[in-house]
Each structure stands twice: as structure tokens, then as C-alpha cells.
């Protein structure tokens, strides 16, 4: 099955907390940002799938040819999988849209879902993303909220990249806050606060 996704899922325990689609970094699992996600918003349900493609035993949500570089044609496929999976759990437990929390081939995946089915999210949340499509559908995110997290010394995203990515949604439409932080490719901190304020002002 096409859609067959491990993952977890929590229902929601506040009325009206958005959903959050949760997608770990390489080598993580549908466990890594639960914490994270009830952190950044809380009672919001979760949905938390582990990526499919196995990359020396650690799970990804693409497959990629070196760190950095994709192999596009399966970061297509696996975008609308992903997109597919999304749709299904919606109708499984009754919940909106969600917005996408993303850590590194996460924030990969959900960038490259928002260009290629802008539908499937409600917006994203992209920490240390990357451009994920070098040429990208034409896709209209009609102001949907994004904010990318960049890590200022990440030896992983050069810098320019990142700019193009937040570049490349705000001129597909997004409404795109991008923020370099004094950070490295991991998480910090600030990340989490950044992004639970950012939730809970487009919520
Ligand atoms: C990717 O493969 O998506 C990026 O290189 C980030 C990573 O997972 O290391």
C-alpha cells in the first residue's frame, strides 16, 4: 500500500488546536518530535509518520543520491505519498488540515509537499530545510503561513540555500517569516519558542 505509513497519532485536548503533521530528520522515527510538537502547540493533535526509505537502516522521507543531493524524481513520489497518507488520516480522525513540523529531511519533505499539493497543509513549520525541487511545479500557497528556521553555522544548508527555499514559497505565494539563529544543524531552544509563538499567532 502506497500509503502505508507507521505512525503515531494524538488526538487533540484542545478545541480548536490546529494539527500538526510531524516529520522527523534522518535516522529518526514517528517518536522524535512528539515531545517537540505538544511543546509547540499544546493540545493539538499529532500525526506522526516515520519515513519509508531506509538509508543504511536509518529511516528518511526521500531517497538522495549524497547529503544534500536529491534524487527528485523520488522526493516527487514520495511528496505525494506523504500527501496521500496525510489525506487518509484526515478522514480517519475527523481533523482539519494540518500544519507541518518539520526537523532537516523532514522540513525537506514538507517544503517539497507545500510545492507540490499546497493543499495537503495549512502551513509548515520548516527547521534547517533546503530546497527540496530545483525546478518546482507552479504551485499558489494563497498566503499560507511558513517559517523556516535557519541554523546560522549549519555546515548541512549553505545559507543561499536557504534563501532560495524561503525565495521560492513567497513567490509561490506563502507567507514566508525566515529567521537565521546563532545555531548549527541541530535544534535548540529558541527553535522551539520561535515556532510556538509562530503557531500561536497564526492559529
Ligand atoms: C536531506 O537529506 O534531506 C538533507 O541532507 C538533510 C538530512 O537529512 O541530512
Same mark, same amino acid.
Given at each position: 500500500d502506497e500509503s502505508a505509513f507507521v505512525y503515531r497519532f494524538e488526538p487533540g485536548s484542545r478545541a480548536g488546536a490546529p494539527p500538526l503533521l510531524l516529520l522527523h530528520g534522518t535516522g529518526g522515527d514517528e517518536n522524535d518530535l512528539m515531545q517537540v510538537g505538544a511543546t509547540i $502547540? @499544546? #493540545? $493539538? @493533535? =499529532? =500525526? $506522526? @509518520? &516515520? #519515513? &519509508?526509505? =531506509?538509508?543504511? #537502516?536509518? @529511516? &528518511?522521507?526521500f531517497r538522495r543520491l549524497a547529503e544534500g543531493v536529491f534524487d527528485e524524481e523520488d522526493v516527487r513520489k514520495r511528496a505525494l505519498e506523504l500527501g496521500t497518507f496525510v489525506d487518509g488520516a484526515r478522514q480517519r480522525y475527523g481533523i482539519e488540515a494540518p500544519i507541518a513540523v518539520g526537523f532537516s529531511n523532514g522540513a525537506n519533505i514538507a517544503a517539497a509537499l507545500l510545492l507540490m499539493k499546497p493543499e495537503a497543509l495549512a502551513g509548515a513549520v520548516l527547521l534547517r530545510a533546503m530546497v527540496p525541487l530545483s525546478e518546482p511545479p507552479s504551485a499558489r500557497l494563497d498566503g499560507k503561513p511558513v517559517l523556516i528556521l535557519s541554523g546560522q553555522a549549519d555546515p548541512i544548508v549553505p545559507a543561499g540555500n536557504a534563501a532560495r527555499l524561503s525565495a521560492m514559497l513567497s513567490d509561490a505565494g506563502a507567507n514566508v517569516v525566515h529567521k537565521i539563529l546563532p545555531a548549527g544543524h541541530q535544534l535548540s531552544q529558541a527553535d522551539v519558542r520561535l515556532a510556538r509563538d509562530w503557531t500561536a499567532s497564526v492559529d
Amino acid at each position: 500500500d502506497e500509503s502505508a505509513f507507521v505512525y503515531r497519532f494524538e488526538p487533540g485536548s484542545r478545541a480548536g488546536a490546529p494539527p500538526l503533521l510531524l516529520l522527523h530528520g534522518t535516522g529518526g522515527d514517528e517518536n522524535d518530535l512528539m515531545q517537540v510538537g505538544a511543546t509547540i $502547540s @499544546p #493540545g $493539538s @493533535p =499529532l =500525526l $506522526s @509518520p &516515520r #519515513g &519509508r526509505i =531506509l538509508e543504511h #537502516g536509518m @529511516p &528518511r522521507f526521500f531517497r538522495r543520491l549524497a547529503e544534500g543531493v536529491f534524487d527528485e524524481e523520488d522526493v516527487r513520489k514520495r511528496a505525494l505519498e506523504l500527501g496521500t497518507f496525510v489525506d487518509g488520516a484526515r478522514q480517519r480522525y475527523g481533523i482539519e488540515a494540518p500544519i507541518a513540523v518539520g526537523f532537516s529531511n523532514g522540513a525537506n519533505i514538507a517544503a517539497a509537499l507545500l510545492l507540490m499539493k499546497p493543499e495537503a497543509l495549512a502551513g509548515a513549520v520548516l527547521l534547517r530545510a533546503m530546497v527540496p525541487l530545483s525546478e518546482p511545479p507552479s504551485a499558489r500557497l494563497d498566503g499560507k503561513p511558513v517559517l523556516i528556521l535557519s541554523g546560522q553555522a549549519d555546515p548541512i544548508v549553505p545559507a543561499g540555500n536557504a534563501a532560495r527555499l524561503s525565495a521560492m514559497l513567497s513567490d509561490a505565494g506563502a507567507n514566508v517569516v525566515h529567521k537565521i539563529l546563532p545555531a548549527g544543524h541541530q535544534l535548540s531552544q529558541a527553535d522551539v519558542r520561535l515556532a510556538r509563538d509562530w503557531t500561536a499567532s497564526v492559529d
